[in-house]
């Protein structure tokens, strides 16, 4: 099946400081990324759709700003948290959009980082 | 938002039990999908139903779609500890690609 990795896993940094999260399609190519954001026992959030070669779209209440995305390949795309705050402490999750015969698509989901901003 | 609203919002029973899951949604959709997610890990696709499909199994799994109700539910049959995890349902919807997701149940299986 189609693989998603994130990388990494894990993050602690300093209240002010930027932090890179990758999201590659390891044995697919993917036009279209996803990330979303999780609390603690709630449910994801998506934050913004990455698209190759494009700008990405972000849902309302979401800061392009505060969160940078790049889709610069068809297996990469990479969500910045800059001027990270410890309310931006989450677990931040990306997917990567599959297309079948038809209609039928479904997203594989990378195994999420846990950013902790201290 | 949240479209999906899942019930229970938790559920704990006996290995060997069925498991039943209950999500609504508010808007048209063009599939349903359900995901299940181990604590403090990323999100396993378990099935897909699209809108003119009534119901759909896959191992241990059945998923039921009503759309004149808006609703859909996902059956474990046979439970396992190992299925102890939440599961979300989440709805494709017009929005090309996006999924919308349901708040989730949290399962717990008891060996």
């Known amino acids: 099946g189609a693989v998603v990795s994130q990388h990494p896993s894990r993050v602690i940094c300093k209240s002010g400081t930027s932090v890179k999260i990758e999201c590659r399609s390891l044995d697919f190519q993917a036009t279209t990324m996803f990330w979303y954001r999780q609390f603690p026992k709630q449910s994801l959030m998506l934050m913004a759709t990455s698209n190759e070669g494009s700008k990405a779209t972000y849902e309302q209440g979401v800061e392009k700003d505060k969160f940078l995305i790049n889709h610069a390949s068809l297996t990469l795309s990479t969500l910045t948290v800059t001027s990270a705050h410890p309310e931006d402490s989450s677990f931040y999750i990306c997917?990567?959009?599959?297309?079948?015969?038809?209609?039928?698509?479904?997203?594989?989901f990378g195994p999420g980082t846990r950013l902790l901003v201290l | 938002s949240q479209q999906g609203e899942e019930d229970p919002q938790a559920l704990s029973i006996q290995e060997g039990e069925n498991a039943t899951m209950n999500c609504s949604y508010k808007t048209s959709i063009n599939n349903l999908q359900w995901y299940r997610q181990n604590s403090g890990r990323g999100l396993v696709h378990l099935i897909l139903i699209r809108s003119n499909e009534r119901e759909k199994h896959s191992g241990r799994l059945r998923v039921t779609l009503d759309t004149s109700k808006k609703s859909s539910s996902l059956l474990i049959t046979a439970s396992r500890a190992a299925d102890t995890a939440s599961y979300f349902c989440?709805?494709?919807?017009?929005?090309?690609?996006?999924?919308?997701f349901g708040q989730g149940t949290i399962l717990t299986v008891h060996p």
């Open positions: 997917s990567a959009r599959v297309v079948r015969g038809g209609a039928e698509e479904t997203q594989y």
């Open positions: 989440a709805t494709g919807g017009t929005s090309y690609g996006k999924l919308t």
